[in-house]
């Protein structure tokens, strides 16, 4: 189990995946759908710029 203080980040492009993992009520959880490989180009550009 990890500790309260760690962040998950479920990201799919299917909606249902990212409804289970929140319908569970997890407080640590953040669920985002979109497509895997533009958030992480998005991410990626944005750890770069920081």
């Known amino acids: 189990m990890l500790p309260s203080t760690v962040k998950t980040i479920c990201i799919d492009i299917n909606p249902t995946t990212v ?8 407080q640590q959880t953040l669920g985002l759908v979109t497509d ?15």
């Open 36 to 50: 895997v490989s533009s958030f992480l180009t998005i991410l990626k550009s944005m750890l770069i710029t920081n």
């Open 19 to 26: 409804t289970k993992l929140m319908d569970r009520g997890s």
